[in-house]
């Protein structure tokens, strides 16, 4: 999956399409905790969350803040997750 993900994020990127790239560095974040790097993941959901709010998309935006929030969980790192996991909230 993080192959597929890895060549589709310079095509969004050559088209602009901040929603495209967004959701493939989600995508790309996913990959790396299932591999158990959840610290590489969170750099990858950083980005996607500050392209989903450049393009204006809350549902977006609050997926990655969520999945940012999981990885933290995994490094057992709770009190970062959790403010996280209300900035996904008030995306509702």
Known sequence: AQAYFRRALPLYRAT?????????????GGS?????????AIGCYEQAQALAR?????EM????????????????????ALPLCRQAAAQY
């Not at 609050?62 to 009190?79: H, I, K, Y």
């Open 54 to 58: 450049r393009s204006g998309s809350r």
């Open 32 to 40: 790396l905790r299932a591999l158990g790097q959840p610290r590489e």
């Open 61 to 80: 935006e609050a997926s990655a803040l969520v999945e940012n929030a999981r990885a933290c969980l995994d490094l057992r790192l709770p009190r970062r």
């Open 16 to 28: 602009r399409d901040l929603s495209g790239e967004s959701a493939t560095l989600t995508g790309i």
